[in-house]
């Protein structure tokens, strides 16, 4: 009786040893699991801080940088050489985020490479799925006065191409069905081989408002976050009659290296300060074929055929 005993007491025993490895077992599939999910979260905390704040990357899918950049140039930018803004939004929520930047390194420059939030987002479709982020040279810095002539574009009086070292202005023929026009300068100003003289406006400038005028006065307003009324009686800012208009920011006028193939600020207005989000510093992968792909799962497929990688432009520096 008594061996009997002893053999429940073992059974039992193991039974219990049995159970508190299953308990063991259970408690380190979920220490595991939290524990990936925690490094998984960590890894995407890191990988939203550096984009927002240092380094992003970019795709080039349409032609209007050539050939400094090509359609498939895979590009990092450096969002914080002209100071680093704080996101629009809390991921996911659509939650709204005060707006800060962070003290840049420098200025844009003349002759620089710039990405920049798209400045006329009615006509966000322009130039087919580039979104809201361009690329393009800053061809006029604010305060600088620009005109094209027979397609040769002077800044402040001095060819532009005499001024700067980088891979030359092409000329493409030009796309007729495009229909592109300007609803911000006065038809007088011209778009495509003639353009200007246009100030480009620095923060401070006093812009006398005159029917001639008056569109490209409610584009700036509209990106200073004033408010630009049109009334019988004459034109008003914030509420008050002005006859005359104080730019709040520096502009910039962008321009596509393509220029006869380039929707840009001859034809949507200058960039504010405020929509300038970095600086293109070199090509790190260029896929021709995964531009064209709208399809996440395809585009990633496309980028790792290897068969279609240019590997010439690989390790590009932008300039």
Known sequence: MIKDQLKDKNSKTAALRAQQQEIKKEQTFKEKTTESVKSFAWALGVFYFVQTFFLQAFTIPTSSMVSTLLVGDFIFVNKCVYGAQTPENIPFTGIQL???????FKEPEQGDVVVFRFPHPELANMEGQLGLDYIK?????AGQTLEIKNKELYVDGKLFSESFDFPGIHYYPYDPNSGATSDVFPKTMGTGENFGPLRIPAKGDLITISP???DFIKYLALRDHKQFERRADGYYV???KADSYEVGQDYYFMMGDNRDNSLDSRFWGPVPRDHVAGEGLFIYW??????KQTNYILKLFSTLNLSKVNWKRIGTIIR
């Open 98 to 104: 005060p707006r800060y930047r962070f003290p840049s």
């Open 137 to 141: 040279r800053c061809v006029a810095a």
């Open 212 to 214: 001639n005028n008056d």
């Open 238 to 240: 914030d509420g008050i």
């Open 286 to 291: 260029s896929n021709v074929e995964a531009a």
